[in-house]
């Protein structure tokens, strides 16, 4: 059973078992993530939210109920609010640093909260999810971050895909309160599941206000004493020990180096070797949206319900607990079998299921003159259900961590803080797009595409994108320090070949060579001024 558990390497010093801890808890912050973006989708379907909130319109049903455009709006905004939350995240970041940016990022979400709990209209309640999506996107930019610079290189994979997993079981959260409040015919129905989110927030800046900062920020600011205290907390042994000296000289070294070639701009991130990078990390995080997840869970209950299903709240409770459990096998494999061949082959089962749903949807329903879903085959229905259930395993356990290991790992120090804050920003404007224009594409009625399950071919076709960018544009970064990712980039051309490449030296080492070979060459240069007269400059000044 040893070859299936985790096992520090017997190079590491000190102890693994509080960095881990401590990237664990931080991940707690994908709770909120995953909350805040899975309760919107219950409370769209709920009787009395639709009835408080209506401005008059009324659904195929009968029933009052919010436009489709109001829905794209509501489900929306919040992602728009991530999205600038995101871009604006290294400015915390890079000032007061990861941890009081993370602890300022939960404040600004718990006052959206608050706007969305007082609502009884839509305009407090779309401004609520605006700062709610403005916090959520400062936190899924800094999480990620503070994650992969303080875990250990070789269980780093697992722990920032903890994100991921934290995100998911902020989604079953949700689903479960939903479920629970569903039938609630007073404000409890949607005020509740919105207030439960306040604990998340306030367990994340109760953990931040003791954790240390990250030792790769107190090095970037010139706090070398501080950067060693903080390592030393994180691996449990003391600042002067030869292996947090060792480990600090590399960070020091790379990010000497970056500076001695100027500060960094966002600009700067697409320039030179650094564009492959920021489109790689800009890539995976949009391909991971256009798989079509946020489908799911935005308007699962919805879509569900329109196909036939009866008990459409129970189903989002299901699919909920399988994203839940299939993030579980991810996590063990990303440091065990690598990421490139976890997203291949999860890009590759996510293209099959996505087919198969489109297929059985679209051959198995039509619709009556009202525009109202009639099921001809309801055991296709199911069906398609269980292959809804197969791509979430497979987007788990696979696209779902993985999009924010990759992207925390192939930044060099200087730059990170911007690259990641656009490559999260990404995630963010993708799931924007997809959140405003799905009712559009979906529902019935004038000025709406109405391809119901016919979505699920659009789905399919950005999976099958997902399978030629692994192969051409992903590297595999296991097992490296993120100063060993910044020299595998240097040296490795072509993402397949990089499986196969192994550091030489470290970068402390690298720079040490140079430091002398420029002593040399200097030295030399002074030999020559010495002897170009044929004089020596040494006696010039005896007396003849």
Not at 30 to 57: C, E, H, K, P, R
Not at 67 to 96: K, N
Not at 139 to 147: D, E, K, N, V
Request: net charge neutral; charged share 15%; with cysteine.
């Amino acid at each position: 059973m040893g070859r299936f558990a985790f096992h520090k390497p017997d190079e590491e010093a000190g102890k693994a078992w509080p960095a881990i801890v401590i990237g664990l808890f931080v991940a707690f912050g994908g709770v909120l993530f995953g909350y805040d973006t899975g309760t919107i989708s219950g409370i769209l379907a709920m009787d009395y939210w639709q009835n408080l909130f209506s401005t008059g319109y009324v659904n195929t049903q009968g029933h009052r109920d919010v436009s489709p455009s109001q829905s794209s709006a509501i489900v929306s905004i919040l992602s728009a609010g991530t999205f600038f939350g995101a871009l604006g995240s290294p400015i915390l970041a890079d000032t007061i640093g990861r941890r009081l940016g993370l602890i300022v990022s939960s404040v600004v979400f718990i006052l959206g909260v608050i706007f969305q709990t007082a609502a009884t209209a839509l305009p407090l309640f779309l401004a609520g999810r605006f700062f709610a999506g403005f916090g959520v996107g400062l936190i899924s930019a800094l999480i990620p971050l503070y994650q992969s610079e303080t875990a250990p290189r070789w269980i780093r994979g697992a722990i920032v895909g903890a994100y991921q997993f934290a995100i998911t079981i902020g989604l079953l959260l949700a689903a479960v309160v939903d479920y629970a409040t569903q039938d609630r015919q007073d404000t409890g129905s949607y005020r509740i599941p919105i207030a439960v989110q306040f604990a998340w927030a306030i367990i994340l800046i109760s953990g931040m206000l003791i954790l240390p900062e990250t030792p790769r920020f107190l090095i970037k600011k010139g706090q070398h004493d501080k950067a060693a205290h903080a390592l030393s907390k994180l691996r449990r042994i003391e600042p002067s020990h030869v292996a947090i000296q060792a480990e600090l000289r590399e960070i020091r070294a790379n990010h000497e180096y970056e500076m001695s070639i100027g500060t960094a701009t966002y600009i700067d991130c697409f320039r030179g070797p650094m564009l492959k990078r920021q489109l790689t990390g800009m890539g995976v995080q949009a391909l991971q949206q256009l798989t079509g997840i946020n489908f799911i869970f935005y308007y699962g209950t919805q879509y569900f319900k329109n196909s036939g299903i009866q008990d459409s709240f129970t189903i989002q409770v299901i699919t909920a607990c399988i994203n839940v459990v299939s993030s579980l096998p991810g996590l063990y494999a990303v440091d065990k079998l690598g990421r490139r061949p976890l997203l291949l082959w999860g890009a590759v089962g996510m293209c099959a299921s996505q087919f198969l749903v489109a297929m059985l949807g679209t051959l198995t329903t039509g619709q009556d003159a009202a525009g109202n879903i009639v099921v001809y085959n309801v055991a296709a229905q199911k069906a398609g259900i269980a292959f809804i259930c197969i791509y979430i395993f497979f987007f788990a356990s696979t696209w779902g961590p993985l999009a924010w290991v990759v992207t925390g790992e192939i930044f060099p120090l200087k730059m990170r803080a911007k690259s990641l804050s656009m490559t999260t920003a990404t995630n963010w404007l993708l799931n924007w797009a997809i959140a405003y224009a799905t009712p559009y594409l979906v529902n019935y009625g004038e000025g709406y595409a109405n391809l119901q399950s016919k979505i699920f071919f659009v789905w399919f076709a950005a999976c099958f994108l997902c399978i030629a960018f692994v192969y051409f544009f992903i590297y595999e970064t296991k097992g490296w320090s993120l100063e060993e990712v910044d020299e595998l980039y240097s040296e490795v051309s072509s993402a397949r070949k990089s499986a196969g490449w192994k550091p030489s030296t470290t970068f402390a080492q690298r720079q040490g060579v140079a430091a002398a070979t420029d002593e040399v060459v200097k030295g030399s240069a002074g030999e020559k001024l010495e002897h170009s007269d044929g004089i020596s400059h040494h006696n010039e000044h005896v007396p003849v």
